[in-house]
């Protein structure tokens, strides 16, 4: 069964109607850790804010729990808890004022659904009398959380919970998610950052609005179709001009320290041993040596979100 369906909505803004949603649809499983990944400017958040009645869109359908998002918008108030990527708590509150505020607010209280946010609310009772403003952005992940959790959702619809997050709280928080989901909590959440994609159990990838695809992230990245080499060498904006022009190169990019080479699989097995000496490599290895990179270092290595992400926008 669907917790969440998505049915061709579109989304303009302001009289020049621009296009922020642009025909999406998908559906969420019950239960399921569902991301949406995209850069900044995709339309996640209008996506959300779609999702939990704050917006309407200009045609296309959508439900969340069974209630269609216009006209049961009341339903799904009560059934959802949202995190949105800014401004969830009230700075000038405490930590546990925030809590109780929320609470209140969904006709319960903090006692009556402890259970469920009891693991998160224990790091940060410590500090329940702080002021939410002057709590570390970890802490302030944590309490937002609990805040939309305080009434037992059904359906969780967290926007960048992660976003300016240290990586250990990052990952702590990720951990969070997944024994929300033990709970049977269905929840969407949104990320720019590739890395947190594999933690979903499916992910959409979105771009411009546009939904390029929706799969279990190992899927996505099974069915990448190209060799990926990593390059190595001083200067890397030459070394990506350079191995632009290589004759097999169907994309080249900056990936942290090293480029991305995505070549033509051709004859070469798409899944050579990490060890196996690739004609592939000495190939570009030569043909880097010819324009002048002398110590450059290649090596196969396997796909990442990004890297499907990056062929999908290039398809
Ligand atoms: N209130 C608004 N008025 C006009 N344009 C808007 C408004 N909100 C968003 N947009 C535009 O709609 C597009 C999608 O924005 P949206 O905020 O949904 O994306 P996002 O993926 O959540 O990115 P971000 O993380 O930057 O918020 C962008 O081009 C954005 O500039």
Request: aromatic share 10%; charged share 25%; with cysteine.
């Amino acid at each position: 069964m669907n917790a969440v369906i998505v049915d061709s909505i579109i989304k303009t803004y302001g009289k020049e109607k621009d296009l922020a949603v642009s025909n999406v649809s998908f559906a969420v499983k019950k239960g399921e850790l569902f991301g949406l990944i995209g850069p900044d400017g995709a339309g996640k958040t209008t996506l959300f804010r779609i999702l939990t009645t704050l917006l309407i869109p200009d045609s296309g359908t959508a439900s969340v729990d069974g209630f269609d998002i216009v006209k049961d918008f009341r339903k799904i108030r009560d059934r959802v808890g949202y995190m949105p990527g800014k401004f969830s708590l009230y700075q000038d509150l405490t930590v546990k004022e925030n809590l109780s505020f929320f609470a209140t607010v969904f006709g319960t209280t903090i006692k009556q659904n402890y259970e469920l946010i009891k693991d998160i609310y224990t790091q940060i009772e410590p500090f329940k009398n702080r002021r939410a403003g002057k709590l570390s952005g970890g802490m302030k992940q944590k309490l937002a959380l609990c805040c939309a959790l305080i009434h037992k959702p059904s359906v969780l619809f967290l926007d960048e919970p992660t976003t300016g997050v240290d990586p250990v709280s990052r990952k702590e928080f990720w951990q969070m998610l997944r024994r929300l989901k033990e709970q049977d909590i269905t929840i969407v959440v949104s990320t720019p950052y590739m890395d947190e994609a594999t933690l979903c159990d499916r992910i959409a990838l979105i771009q411009n609005g546009r939904i390029l695809s929706v799969n279990p992230p190992e899927e996505i990245i099974h069915s990448y179709p190209d060799l990926l080499y990593a390059v190595k060498s001083e200067n890397i904006y030459h070394l990506v001009n350079c191995l632009k022009d290589y004759e097999n190169t169907i994309s080249a990019y900056a990936f942290g320290e090293y480029v991305h080479l995505a070549i033509k699989s051709g004859v070469s097995p798409r899944h050579l041993a990490m060890n196996e000496k690739d004609q592939k490599i000495d190939d570009i290895e030569q043909y880097l040596l010819r324009n002048g990179f002398k110590n450059a270092v290649v090596r196969k290595t396997e796909p990442t979100i990004e890297d499907c992400f990056i062929k999908l926008l290039s398809d």
